[in-house]
Each structure stands twice: as structure tokens, then as C-alpha cells.
């Protein structure tokens, strides 16, 4: 939470993580052969976490009246796939991050190949809860939620801007490639999040649709801008990782190329730019609009 | 191919082969931003293996009667896991395999990371194939052919199997927990291969489903019991992997459990018993009745 926040966002920013964390205990207290398997599923992935990806789901699906119900599957997906990418970047041949969460990343806290297949397994995870949500949601629709997910998981999305990622380390990317390689690693889940929250109501217009899409590009990329403020400015404890981590690793990012003041009005323009695209909604998107102000005054 | 098939089997498994070689090529011609990440997708996954997955998606369609068209999503969507599962099992912190497919394994011929990134890739590309399939199927029908594929390839199937044969690592175990293992880590995805065919047409009974049940659990432990086999009496160069692997890991297969004539009795009684799950149905079946055969006679 963050004391800049209004009554309302800190009321549904509680709702809906409340929401998200019973919805990931009930899929992943599922009995299966390989207890360890799920025992490491479960600490990779309740007890922490903003649950970004998931708030904006419901927040999405608010601003255009669908159902709470109707967003809980996924909520929960994103949250999966956030969580297994979590657990494989963290892995000694990625970022070899010891720290996650302010405990210990599932590889040191288990083992390597464990982490390799918790991952793996929330993946897949991920999918059958999409593919198989019970709730009023047509079958076309939960189609294209799966297709949505799956796009901006892959090689398309989250997976594709991690290996631009690894192939811009150690060498000096521009702006213009930072911000491909941003839109793909974190805002390609980010969209699909806002996405899949629209498609909860089947009555959303394409209008909306594109307003919506346009919010999430802009605030994808605004939180981004703010990761890499804090990774300079904050301090490891309140993190809940290591900080200065990517300047120690001399990864380009916002601050390294334009400066911790430029950085800022950057982040501030894009939340502008975010809020502006939804001019056309009711009140109903107010979670949203509370969501731009969020994301660059939080602190971790 | 094997001198024991008859000339239909064989015709059979060519055209399915080339079947999913083109959709294989077609999905992974895709034009993504990391062109290293497409690259090593296809290097892990186009020119190489039995395909025998695949191929059972089309024979089980081809005895249901459904269409090859429909079953083509299924098809690679099952090689794409195929493909991803293998790329991680050869990882240094599992198996440690060099060799796969004749040829260096993906964290060898281009670097671990990588080969992660790869794995992940290709596990959220097969559920976009699903999930985005444009065929004659209802959405329901690619819904399930989802939930399907995700159960059997997460911690409720292969994954979860791939963490239970990590934990028997360097312990003694028995025959029944051998056979669980093996039916979670090949045994899920064969069955749900079959359960995808069938699925492939609509009008396809509950008892021809669960005849067919019946015959992939059979062909999935005749498969495994005769991957042992091989393992024992095959040489590297038929295997495209490493002879001996299993014994110099000292791990249990149901050669070091039975001794190889028991293994081989085994193999050929659980062939015998997949033959049998299929007397309702007329030669339609043909392919998967001969695929019997095929699984315990090939070499490698």
C-alpha cells in the first residue's frame, strides 16, 4: 500500500488481492503425485506480490461491468505465468538472482531443476485454469483468453523480450531498443491482462477494447520506468530484492539512458497518457485511473 | 521405419510425419523480435524424432473417423510439448545430456539460458496452436483438447512425473512406483495424444473414449518399457542419445527391475492388451492396431 493512495484503490487493491490469493490456494492445493513438486509451486507463489497483473484484470473487467466472477480465472493465470517467469529468470543461467520476494528464489530455497519444473508447472497450470474456468463465460471467450495468454507468454511476448534481454546484456542498447524489449518481457502480460478483463464482458465494443489496449501500453511501460527508478533508489529490504542489482549487472535501463530526473518525467507521462485513454469510460474505470497515480508512486 | 511394419503402417507414419513436419515449419517461421530465440526453437524442434505423438493424435482421429484437418492443432501442438519437455530434461541441472536427436542438445548448441527460453517458448506456443485453431471444431471441442494438454503436461502429468523420477534418483524403487512415474512423465501426454484424436470428432461415444483410454495407457507403458529395452541393448548411434545412460545414472528402468526377458514379456504383453482395448472398433482402428506392433519392435 502506499499513503498517496486514495481510500477506494487501497480498499480494491485488498479485494482483489484477497481475491487472487484464495484463487491460487484452491489451485495449488491440489492433490498430485509429487508433493515436493507442489510444495515449491506454492512457495514460488503465495504470500507476495503486488498481484499487479491480477488487479488490473479486475479492474479492467470493472470498467467495463462484467462480473468479479467472471475475471477469477484470469487473474489467476496471469498470476501463474508471472510467478513461473519469476522462478526461471532467477535461475543461475538467467539472472542468478538469490533474493525474491524479500525470501530466498525457488532454486536456492529448493533446488535447480526443481525451479526448472515449478516453472514449467505453473505454466501449464496457467493454461488449465483458463482453458477450464467455471463460470459464465462462453466458450469462444475463454478461447480467446487462452490465445491472448498464450501470445503474450511466448516467443511473442514475456519469453521473446526475455531473450532480447539476455542478448542486450553487456552491450549498449538505445532507447528505441529498450522500450521493444520492455513492451515484450513485462507489457506484453500487462496487456493481456487489461485484455482478458475486457473480454469478461462479451458486450465490450471494439472501441473500448482499443481505449483499453492503449491504457495498458502506456502504463506496461510507465511501470517499467518505475522498476527501474527503485532498483536505483530504494533500498534491498523494501524491495524484497537485491538493489542496484542492474546496475551491478550494467544493464542498460530508463535511468541509465536518460537520468534519474528524466526517468521520472517519463513515468509521470506515460501515467498521463494512460489516464487520458480512458476518457471515454464512466466512473466504472476508476480503479483504473487510481491504478496510473499507483504504479509510479509506489515504493516497491 | 522398421522391416517388421506392414507397407500401411508405414505409408501411415510417413504422411503423418510429414503432416506435422509442415505445420511445425509453418508455426516456427513465425517472424518474432529475438530472431536467436526462433532459431533455437526450431533447432530443437523441426528435422528429428519418431514424431510418435503425433502420429497417434491422427491415428486416433483416422479411428473415430474425424478428420485430418481437425487433428492438425493436436498434432503440434502435443510435438511442441514433446519438443520443450526434452530441451529441459537435458538441461545440466537435470539430466545433463549432451547428445539428443543425434545431434548437441539445445543448452549445448546455443547456451543454457537460452535453452531455457526455448523450453518455456515452446510450451506457451503449443497451447496458442490449441487455443487459436482454425478448423471445422466447435470452441468447446478446442477447450477441452486445452484442459486436455495442460493437465498432462503440468505437475497433474508429465512435469510432475519428470519431478518424481528427480526424487528416485539414486534410491531404490519398485515396480509400482516406477509405473506411476512413467504414467505421469510419457504416459500423460500419450494419453491425452489418443484422447485429442478422439476428440477430433464430436459425435465420438464415451465408451469408444474410453476404449481408447484404455489403449493409450497400454501403448504408453509398452513405449516406456521398450525405451528401457533400448537403452539397455540399443548403441548411441541407432539411439541418437547416449547407450547405457539409465544404468551409468544408475537409475531403476524396467530392465534393472525385471531383467531384459521379463522386460521384453512385459512389453509385448502390454502391446497385446492395447490391442485389445480396440476390438469395437472396425479397420478404422487399423493404424493404431499396427502401431501395437511398431512401438515394441522399433529400434530406436
Known amino acids: 500500500m ?38 515449491a509451486m506454492r512457495y514460488a ?6 498481484r499487479i497483473r491480477p488487479v488490473l484484470v479486475y479492474a479492467s473487467a470493472q470498467a467495463v461491468d462484467a462480473k468479479s466472477e467472471d475475471a477469477d480465472a484470469a487473474a489467476v493465470a ?4 508471472h510467478s513461473y517467469s519469476l522462478v526461471h529468470d532467477d535461475l543461475p543461467a538467467m539472472d542468478d538472482d538469490d533474493l525474491r520476494r524479500g525470501k530466498a528464489s525457488a532454486h536456492r530455497a529448493f533446488d535447480e ?6 516453472g514449467d508447472a505453473l505454466q501449464a497450470l496457467a493454461f488449465q485454469c483458463l482453458a477450464n474456468q467455471n463460470n459464465s463465460l462462453e466458450p469462444a471467450a475463454k478461447l480467446q483468453m487462452t490465445t491472448l495468454l498464450a501470445e503474450a507468454a511466448g516467443a ?32 506484453a502480460l500487462i496487456k493481456a491482462s487489461v485484455k482478458m478483463g475486457a473480454i469478461c464482458n462479451p458486450q465490450c465494443s471494439e472501441e473500448q477494447l482499443q481505449a483499453l489496449e492503449r491504457y495498458a501500453e502506456n502504463i506496461g511501460l510507465a511501470f517499467q ?36 530526473e528524466k ?36 515504493i516497491h
Chains 1, 2 share one sequence.
Do not use: W
Open 2 to 39: 502506499n499513503a498517496q493512495n486514495t481510500p477506494a484503490l487501497d480498499e480494491f487493491l485488498i479485494q482483489c488481492q484477497q481475491r487472487v490469493e484464495q484463487s491460487l490456494r484452491t489451485v495449488l492445493s491440489q492433490s498430485i503425485p509429487s508433493s515436493k513438486l507442489m510444495e
Open 45 to 50: 507463489c503465495l504470500d507476495g506480490g503486488k
Open 78 to 81: 496471469v498470476e501463474l505465468i
Open 113 to 118: 531443476a526443481t525451479a526448472i519444473l515449478v
Open 156 to 187: 511473442f511476448g514475456m519469453t521473446g523480450g526475455q531473450s532480447l534481454d539476455l542478448e542486450a546484456s553487456g552491450t549498449d542498447i538505445d532507447l528505441s531498443a529498450l522500450e521493444t524489449l520492455h513492451r515484450l518481457k513485462t507489457g
Open 225 to 260: 520506468v518505475q522498476d527501474d527508478i527503485l532498483d536505483e533508489i530504494s533500498d534491498t529490504a523494501t524491495l524484497g530484492k537485491p538493489q542496484g542489482s542492474d546496475r551491478a549487472q550494467a544493464k542498460a535501463t530508463y535511468v541509465s539512458l536518460l537520468g534519474l
Open 263 to 298: 526517468a521520472k518525467a517519463k513515468a509521470s507521462e506515460l501515467a498521463n497518457n494512460a489516464a487520458k485513454s480512458l476518457e471515454g469510460f464512466s466512473s466504472s474505470a476508476n480503479s483504473l485511473r487510481d491504478l496510473t497515480t499507483y504504479i509510479i508512486n509506489r
